[in-house]
Nanobody, 125 residues
Framework: QVQLVESGGGLVQAGGSLRLSCAAS????????MGWFRQAPGKEREHVAT????????YYADSVKGRFTISRDNAKNTVYLQMNSLKPEDTAVYYC??????????????????WGQGTQVTVSS
């Protein structure tokens, strides 16, 4: 079965950087779209970034565009989220998700088929 495992979260000061990793297994990921979502306490889960595995085309939420970069390593079946210029409002649990389609622009969490357990990112002022 498909399994997604996130890592790389932690505590960082505003303006700093973190790189999150999502190790994927059990799927034909060349046909998938991979996404990063985040959820802060008391708020709904929101889309952060997506990447189409087949060609590497990406899509970002306006709030992170220019600061975050999503990428993938085909050999390692791993998706990354490089987060630069972090702000306190970026604080959330970050989740890796997979959708079994090549359609890139789906940002609704309910439309994704597989999820990791999440990793906490905390940005201090």
């Amino acid at each position: 079965q498909v399994q997604l495992v996130e890592s790389g979260g932690g505590l960082v000061q505003a303006g700093g950087s973190l790189r999150l990793s999502c190790a994927a297994s059990g799927g034909t990921f060349s046909s998938y779209v991979m996404g990063w979502f985040r959820q802060a306490p008391g708020k709904e889960r929101e889309h952060v970034a997506t990447i189409r595995w087949s060609d590497g085309i990406t899509y970002y939420a306006d709030s992170v565009k220019g600061r975050f970069t999503i990428s993938r390593d085909n050999a390692k079946n791993t998706v990354y989220l490089q987060m630069n210029s972090l702000k306190p409002e970026d604080t959330a649990v970050y989740y890796c998700a997979a959708r079994t389609t090549r359609v890139l622009g789906i940002t609704t969490p309910a439309r994704y088929d597989y999820w990791g357990q999440g990793t906490q990112v905390t940005v201090s002022s």
